[in-house]
């Protein structure tokens, strides 16, 4: 069954350095999401990606978080400089296409800031 | 007022049992609905969609009444791995996308 690939899977930094995640998503599909998910709480939707375009970025702080997908396939999210309040899970997730609706999870970049 | 919201819970229900949960939501133009679950630590799968008729799939019953706005997920015959959070899904647009701070189920034997 395919699925989407993170890594690394933890991360530990310290705050003001540079981090950055990496996501694979199923093969195919169109369109990328990236959530930060801090415990007790539901995904944030950071930014979406149509192909290589960006949708939507409007929850992306975006003086020290940054996103691409330059092919259109696999996707960086990186965060400079890290802040104490950015330790959270990075979840990427995928779809077929926006319309489609149902979106597939990997599982996860747990960053912690110290 | 959040645009999602959901009971955190914990509901702590014998196995067997069956227990239903609710999902609001302020924008009376929001389109899609789903219900997600997670486990601990793990990252959200979808359970199942939301349709305006309803929908049931096995065990699982959801359902939306858009006059209230909310949403619904009824499990029946409660067993221990349903244990999980469950998150619900509101779609305003094809990029706007909400989900709820989740309900945690912990089903006793």
């Known amino acids: 069954e395919a699925e989407v690939a993170q890594s690394p899977r933890y991360k530990i930094t310290e705050k003001s350095q540079a981090v950055a995640f990496w996501c694979d998503p199923i093969?195919?599909?169109?369109?990328l999401y990236w959530y930060r998910q801090i415990l007790g709480q539901g995904p944030e939707l950071l930014v979406q990606f149509q192909d290589e375009s960006v949708v939507d970025d409007s929850q992306l702080p975006k003086d020290r978080f940054s996103a691409e997908r330059l092919k259109g396939v696999d996707s960086t999210l990186k965060i400079q400089p890290a802040e104490l309040g950015d330790s959270a899970m990075y979840l990427c997730a995928s779809s077929p296409d926006a319309a489609y609706n149902e979106q597939f999870f990997g599982p996860g970049t747990r960053l912690t800031v110290l | 007022r959040k645009e999602v919201e959901q009971d955190p819970g914990p509901f702590n229900v014998p196995e067997g049992a069956t227990v239903a949960f609710n999902c609001t939501y302020s924008n009376s133009a929001s389109q899609s609905f789903f219900w997600y679950r997670q486990d601990c630590r793990k990252e959200p799968k979808l359970l199942m969609s939301v349709y305006s008729s309803g929908n049931e799939d096995g065990r699982f019953t959801a359902q939306l009444n858009r006059a209230s706005q909310y949403i619904s997920l009824l499990i029946r015959d409660s067993k221990l791995s349903d244990s999980a959070t469950y998150l619900c899904?509101?779609?305003?647009?094809?990029?706007?996308?909400?989900f709820g701070s989740g309900t945690r189920l912990s089903i006793r034997p």
């Open positions: 093969s195919g599909h169109a369109t």
């Open positions: 899904v509101v779609y305003s647009s094809a990029s706007k996308i909400i």
